[in-house]
Antibody, heavy 119, light 107 residues
Framework: VQLLESGGGLVQPGGSLRLTCAAS????????MNWVRQAPGKGLEWVSD????????FYADSVKGRFTISRDNSKNTLYLQMHSLRAEDTAVYYC?????????????WGQGTTVTVSS | EIVMTQSPATLSVSPGERATLSCRAS??????LAWYQQKPGQAPRLLIS???TRATGIAARFSGSGSGTEFTLTISSLQSEDFAVYYC?????????FGGGTTVEIK
C-alpha cells in the first residue's frame, strides 16, 4: 500500500497549483481520501476529504472556495487543485487514505509534497 | 467546530518509563478518536483508532482509552524509537480536527 504525492513547488501569492497523489496496493475506489497539511514547525491541519465514489467532498473553512479535491478512480489518483494561494497555505501537503468508503481514521499516509507560497 | 486539546504540550520521560498523554474534546466524539505518531521529517503514522484499537503492526506497549470527551494514550515503557510528536484526531464530525500535539522527549 503506497501513496505518492507530487506537484508541490514555489508559487506566487494569488497563484495556482495542482497536487497529485498516486495510489497503489489497494482498491482505490473503495476508500475515502484526504489531504492534510502541516505548516513549517506547526501541527497537522485537515484540508479536505472525498468519498470513495467522489460524490461527497468536504473542506476546511480555511480553504473552502479556493481548493478543490477530486479523484480519478480509473487512474488510482487523487488531486487537490489550489487557487488564490496565500502565504499561509505554505506547508507540506500529505495525502492520506481513510479506512473506509466514507469515514474512519487515516491509516495510510504519503510522504508529502511541499508547497511554498512566496513572492 | 470541535476543539481538540492535548496535554501536556511537552512530556519529558526517561527510557523505560511510562508516558501518559491526554486529549480532550470540546464536545463528545463518541469513540471516533485516533492517535498518530510523527517523527521529524516523516509522515504521521496511525497508532490507535476507535479510541482503543491498535493499528496493524503497532506494539502492545501503546494503548488507548476513553470515550466521549476524555481520551488517553499510554506508552507503557518508552523505547528510544518512541520519542516523537503524538496527535489525537476526532473523526466523528466535520471538520476533522487534530489536537495541537504532545512532544515526548528524552529526559
Amino acid at each position: 500500500v503506497q501513496l505518492l504525492e507530487s506537484g508541490g513547488g514555489l508559487v506566487q501569492p494569488g497563484g495556482s497549483l495542482r497536487l497529485t497523489c498516486a495510489a497503489s496496493g489497494f482498491t482505490f475506489s473503495t476508500y475515502a481520501m484526504n489531504w492534510v497539511r502541516q505548516a513549517p514547525g506547526k501541527g497537522l491541519e485537515w484540508v479536505s476529504d472525498i468519498s470513495g465514489s467522489g460524490h461527497s467532498t468536504f473542506y476546511a473553512d480555511s480553504v473552502k472556495g479556493r481548493f478543490t479535491i477530486s479523484r480519478d478512480n480509473s487512474k488510482n489518483t487523487l488531486y487537490l487543485q489550489m487557487h488564490s494561494l496565500r502565504a499561509e497555505d505554505t506547508a507540506v501537503y500529505y495525502c492520506a487514505k481513510r479506512s473506509s468508503f466514507v469515514s474512519g481514521p487515516m491509516d495510510v499516509w504519503g510522504q508529502g509534497t511541499t508547497v511554498t507560497v512566496s513572492s | 467546530e470541535i476543539v481538540m486539546t492535548q496535554s501536556p504540550a511537552t512530556l519529558s520521560v526517561s527510557p523505560g518509563e511510562r508516558a501518559t498523554l491526554s486529549c480532550r474534546a470540546s464536545q463528545s466524539v463518541s469513540n471516533y478518536l485516533a492517535w498518530y505518531q510523527q517523527k521529524p521529517g516523516q509522515a504521521p503514522r496511525l497508532l490507535i483508532s476507535g479510541a482503543s484499537t491498535r493499528a496493524t503492526g503497532i506494539a502492545a506497549r501503546f494503548s488507548g482509552s476513553g470515550s466521549g470527551t476524555e481520551f488517553t494514550l499510554t506508552i507503557s515503557s518508552l523505547q528510544s524509537e518512541d520519542f516523537a510528536v503524538y496527535y489525537c484526531q476526532q473523526y466523528n464530525n466535520w471538520p476533522l480536527i487534530f489536537g495541537g500535539g504532545t512532544t515526548v522527549e528524552i529526559k
